[in-house]
């Protein structure tokens, strides 16, 4: 090759270098650029609002309760024992059955005592008439002395002889009555209403008297008791409450959620040093023998009813530096801060300072919520307050 064409051929390599390169520093210039037009011609990003749920302040008539555990007890309990060694010959109920009081349960062999009872009567009639004999032969020397007939010695014979056949007259009766009630013994009855639980001993077996087993045991359920424990700091409201009339007591089943209403009718005379609370007690109707002994129930003990209260959803309360506050919604649908004084109780808030009636507070989506900020009040509102306002004790 010549030297010329060597020229030529370095010369078309270099111009195409040249152009490649300018080509691609125009690209890249106005890749770089196009971000900042783009940001420049963007709209501003508008602030997003929150989902809350809110409620409003409301006045009612709020009772203040406690939640307690409680168990339920018979309102009377009777094991029911022979009185006499003797063998039962006939029953006459089942187990489980629901008995009256007077009702006969066990018949016991009497055979023995009638012997007894049937000699008794024979002796009373024998002693009926040698006292009959003893006082004619008394009233006849007593007229005989005034006519110096009889002795002194034999007035007073007859008088003693008369007093012995008194005595043994009344003896006689007096154990004739004992045979009778140990007869009335042989009918073993039932000494309250309730229901019999399960037969010890049945016909044939031999019993003894005041035997430790007993022979059936009674419980009366109608009425029935319900026992729990009441916390120290609630004495004060008890006894309150008592002073004014009957304590209202409500007692539930949490498997069916069957609820009976009764009264308190009695408190212990002593606090408990241990657990710090005294023993309360409360009566039901129970009819329908909805309450069983040995049962747990929940109850709730009212103490007192807070006229025209102003009440919130307990779950709107926030704290910080001891201060309890809510947010409302103000008229702008943003949140306002407010500090409040409001008695908490169970999931209801009783507010004494720091709202007014119909203020909406924010109950629900409180973990986005900041002061000033935009609400959005989309979702549904929850009651204003609970059915009652019940403090849970420990």
Do not use: C
Not at 51 to 58: E, N, R, T
Not at 219 to 232: A, G, H
Request: hydrophobic letters at 45%.
């Amino acid at each position: 090759m010549s030297q010329n064409s060597t020229r030529w051929s370095l010369a078309v390599v270099a111009a195409l270098l040249l152009a490649g390169g300018g080509y691609w520093w125009v690209n890249q210039k106005s890749a770089n650029s196009t971000p900042a037009v783009a940001v420049s011609k963007a709209a501003p990003a508008k602030p997003s609002s929150v989902l809350v749920m809110v409620a409003p302040a409301a006045r009612r008539d709020v009772p203040v309760s406690v939640k307690l555990a409680a168990t339920v007890y018979a309102n009377a309990t009777v094991m029911v024992k022979s009185r006499l060694d003797s063998q039962i010959v006939a029953v006459h109920f089942e187990d489980g059955d629901k008995v009256k009081q007077g009702d006969l349960l066990f018949e016991l062999d009497n055979r023995a005592l009638k012997a007894q009872r049937a000699e008794l009567q024979a002796n009373l009639q024998r002693d009926a008439v040698q006292l009959k004999n003893a006082k004619l032969q008394y009233e006849r020397s007593k007229k005989l002395i005034a006519q110096g007939f009889v002795t002194n010695e034999k007035l007073d014979q007859d008088k003693t002889t008369f007093e012995a056949q008194e005595a043994s007259l009344a003896a006689t009766k007096a154990t004739l009555e004992n045979i009778d009630v140990q007869m009335d013994y042989t009918l073993v009855r039932a000494p309250i209403s309730g229901r019999a639980g399960t037969i010890t001993v049945t016909a044939g077996n031999t019993v003894k008297a005041n035997d430790t087993t007993g022979l059936v045991t009674i419980n009366q359920i109608d009425p029935i008791l319900v026992q729990f424990s009441v916390p120290q700091r609630y004495y004060d409201g008890v006894r309150a409450a008592m002073a004014r009339g009957k304590l209202g007591v409500n007692a539930t089943r949490a498997e069916t959620g069957v609820t009976l209403s009764g009264n308190l009718e009695y408190i212990d005379n002593a606090i408990d040093l241990g657990t710090g609370t005294f023993v309360a007690r409360a009566r039901f109707d129970n009819p329908d023998e909805k309450l069983w002994p040995g049962m747990f129930v929940d109850v709730v003990l009212t103490l007192d009813t807070l006229k025209d209260a102003l009440v919130i959803p307990g779950a709107a309360l926030q704290g910080k530096d001891g201060k309890t506050f809510v947010y409302i919604v103000n008229a702008a649908q943003k949140a306002e801060k407010r500090v409040i004084t409001a008695r908490l109780l169970e999931d209801n808030a009783v507010v004494e300072s720091g709202l007014q009636p119909e203020d909406k507070v924010v109950v629900d989506g409180l973990l986005r919520v900041t002061e000033g900020a935009a609400l959005d009040i989309t979702m549904p509102k929850v009651p204003e307050v609970a059915d009652d306002t019940t403090a849970k004790a420990p």
